[in-house]
């Protein structure tokens, strides 16, 4: 192989920057050029690529978001739309692709796989919902970002005895809303999984006033079956003691710059991206299990979603006393 393209693709996340760089230095390192896609497989079917240098991808790495900026582009979930790809690659002597994203990219990924294009794929999600791997490029960045808000609004809660309702990010997932509710010490966390009821949240929450606690805290992902405005509002009208407040994070959690343990992840996975695709590997997907990375079948990642360890319900409500 001499020639081989990446792209980042789905909703960004912290540390797609950290892996791009990583992908194309080992590429350099193998003496294989990289093609850098712009814009996922909408640039893709636009055949909009260029070669990335060495120098192209210096700066980047402690850069959130992605400098090959993503999409979302309908046509390529067609056989028509993934066959015009296939060509785009071909026009420009691409012989394998990298592809950075959640599971909907890769989900592509395999697509062109079967069509007989090298494929390997690198997880990125801040949701943490990709099957097969311990953890996704931007969890580690989202949650800490997620915490260092957490626990601002825990210093003002305090200062005027308020119950603050935060809402984080997870369509689909609470796994961030979980992980927020434990290391964030909120008194009870709803998910789209585990079905807490309002007056659950209600009643939660006047405990930990009753208590005589200054401040309480509930975290609510946003795939709950209700959103954060028709909480907060039942709440106010529970007259639970604390004053309530909402909090929707909303895109600040994608943003920022990446954790050092992102880095890594990205830097590690990006490498070995590479290297697997020059063994010849395809209809893969890197994944960390356990400290170690190993090629998953992407088939097997992309047909089932990645759920939460139901231990950690057990922590944020034992903990929530
Ligand atoms: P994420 O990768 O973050 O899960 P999406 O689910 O929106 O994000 O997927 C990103 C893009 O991947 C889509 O806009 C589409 O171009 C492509 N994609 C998603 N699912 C498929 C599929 N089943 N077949 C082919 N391409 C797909």
Redesign the pocket.
Known sequence: MKRVAVMT???DAPGMNAAVRAVVRAGLDKNVEVYGIRQ??QGLLAGDMALLTSREVSGILQRGGTVLQTA???E??TPQG?RKGQRRLNENAIEGVIVI????????AQ?LHELGVPVVGIPA?IDNDIWGTDTSIGVDTALNTILDAVDRLRDTATSHNRAFVVEVMGRDCGYLAVMAGILGGAEIVVTPENGVTMNEIASSLEDAYIRGKTHAIAVLAEGAPYQGPELARFLEQKHIGFEIRLTILGHTQRGGSPTAFDRLLATRMGVYAVELLLSGESGVMVARVGREQVPMPLKDCTSRTRQITPEYFDLARILSR
């Open positions: 693709s789905g909703g996922a497989y979302r582009n309908e390529f979930k993934q994203g959640g599971d909907g990219s890769l989900r592509g697509k999600s």
